[in-house]
């Protein structure tokens, strides 16, 4: 499976962003996948998942009420449309994959549980 991601960029305080993450795997729906975050200096952040038939989706504390991710199986396509965005919010982005599994749901917020990351692109929010 290789995810590219899309859509990074600069933007300042309080505007918005669009990610989109493109997956190479003929069974997509099979799929659970997710966003993590990294700012220099700081670990790896959960910033949301989403189920393999968009069921659930899931969201970190910080970024809860601002950022929606949504899916589209027919094109192997995930999305991160991010609001109101924040300096706090500059960072790397990580789209992530992992296949479907009971255990998603106890750990959907765990980094090592997924099996593939794409390259990253850079977020970066000024004041």
């Keep these: 499976v290789q995810l590219q991601a899309f859509g990074g960029g600069l933007v300042q305080a309080g505007g918005s962003l669009r990610l989109s993450c493109a997956a190479s795997v003929r069974t997509f729906s099979r799929y659970a996948?997710?966003?993590?975050?990294?700012?220099?200096?700081?670990e790896r952040e959960f910033v949301t998942s989403i189920s393999w038939r968009s069921g659930s989706t899931y969201y970190g504390d910080s970024v809860k009420g601002r950022f929606t991710i949504s899916r589209d199986n027919a094109k192997n396509t995930v999305y991160l449309q991010m609001n109101s965005l924040k300096p706090e919010d500059t960072a790397v982005y990580y789209c992530v994959a992992r296949l479907s599994s009971l255990n998603y749901y106890n750990n959907y917020d765990v980094p090592e549980t997924y099996d593939y990351w794409g390259q990253g692109t850079q977020v970066t929010v000024s004041s």
Excluded: I, N, S
Excluded at 33 to 42: E, I, V
């Design 33 to 42: 996948m997710g966003w993590f975050r990294q700012a220099p200096g700081k």
